[in-house]
């Protein structure tokens, strides 16, 4: 059985997973099994940043080392929670990047995130590290962008743009100082490419050895 939260032995499901080592343990049933714990890359930064123009090429040329995922796509009814920093989602999220790990790929999670939204998640546990680069760019740059996006994305609302922007001002401030601290890229006047070079950069000195990516426990 795949999902970490659900043992294979008992069949019994916990909200808290345990992690020893490179094991995965049930605390109903004592059953241990071998489990991956790779890092996750979160390729963060306010809307119009830049990570849906990177994301795809990322993907193309790390696809056979990495996993690259578009954050949004399960941003649905289901999970679209209230409560701050919407804890439903990401644990989702961890949930199945975790899941995809055990395949021996980390996955490049590309969506707005910080860290405290998912390093107090019970399930930051089942990641060796997570790793957080944010692209940015100048505030007019930023609201050029949004405008011309298509009309279903919907940011022709000024109110969303500014809470946008002020977002993009507050992670600027406080990336260095977050736990773990968030790298930025400033997308402003730097070329798709040159952005392209410092992710890919980005993912591959931080990722795990060969034997430890293909080890199992």
Do not use: N
Not at 14 to 23: A, F, I, K, N, S
Not at 37 to 44: G, Q, S, V
Request: charged fraction near 25%; proline fraction near 8%; charge should be neutral.
């Amino acid at each position: 059985m795949l999902d970490p939260l659900i043992c294979p032995q008992c069949g019994e499901r916990t909200e808290q997973p345990q992690v020893r080592g490179e094991l995965l343990h049930c605390v109903h049933c004592g059953h241990e099994r071998a489990f991956r714990r790779l890092p996750l890359f979160a390729l963060t930064g306010p809307s119009a940043g830049g990570k849906s123009t990177v994301g795809p090429l990322l993907a193309r040329e790390l696809g056979d080392t990495v996993v690259v995922l578009e954050q949004d796509v399960l941003w649905t009814a289901g999970l679209r929670d209230d409560d701050e920093g919407h804890p439903r989602f990401r644990s989702a999220w961890l949930r199945l990047a975790a899941m995809i790990h055990q395949s021996g790929r980390p996955v490049v999670l590309c969506g707005t995130v910080v860290p405290p939204e998912l390093e107090p998640r019970p399930e930051r546990v089942l990641f060796s590290a997570v790793h957080y680069l944010a692209l940015t760019a100048e505030p007019e740059v930023l609201a050029a962008r949004l405008r011309a996006r298509p009309k279903w994305r919907a940011w022709d609302d000024d109110e969303r743009i500014a809470e946008m922007l002020r977002f993009a001002a507050w992670l600027r401030v406080s990336a260095a100082t977050l736990q773990p601290p968030v790298e930025l890229i400033d997308t402003t006047d730097r070329s798709v490419d040159d952005t392209l070079r410092l992710c890919r950069e980005w993912v591959l000195t931080r990722l795990p050895t060969v034997s430890a990516r293909g080890r199992d426990g």
